[in-house]
């Protein structure tokens, strides 16, 4: 189970997990059927991975990613200065959009549907 967990919170699709164990997706599921702790291990697992994924996917919307991060240490007479530069990317425009797409999309879908009565 730990195992399981584990790998789910990498984000291995159960396909990949059935073929990690060396058993057909079809037992692989029957695993998650026979054991409840199976199944919560994979649940926990995989709500990490997305969690992880939604907030890298949010940071990257709003620019919040880190693209590098410089350390520079200088010696002083006195004694030893550090200095620290982080650089961060500009908001991304298309995790913008996949993110209001999906979280509004009555609001930011591109297909605009339109429903029509007619009366005969």
């Not at 079809?26 to 990490?48: E, I, M, N, S, Y």
């Not at 991975?49 to 949010?58: E, G, P």
């Not at 940071?59 to 693209?67: D, I, K």
Request: glycine share 6%; with cysteine.
């Amino acid at each position: 189970m730990d195992q399981a967990g584990r790998l789910a919170k990498l984000g291995l699709t159960d396909a990949e997990q059935a073929e990690f164990f060396q058993v057909s997706e079809r037992c692989f599921h029957g695993w998650k059927k026979a054991h409840p702790d199976f199944l919560q291990a994979l649940t926990d697992g995989k709500t990490v991975a997305d969690a992880r994924v939604a907030d890298s996917l949010y940071r990257s919307a709003v620019g919040e990613h880190l693209v590098a991060e410089v350390r520079e240490v200088r010696e002083d007479p006195d004694g030893t200065t550090t200095t620290r530069t982080v650089s961060k990317a500009a908001p991304s425009v298309a995790a913008g959009i996949f993110w209001l797409k999906n979280r509004r999309p009555k609001d930011w879908r591109d297909k605009v549907e339109v429903q029509q009565e007619t009366n005969l």
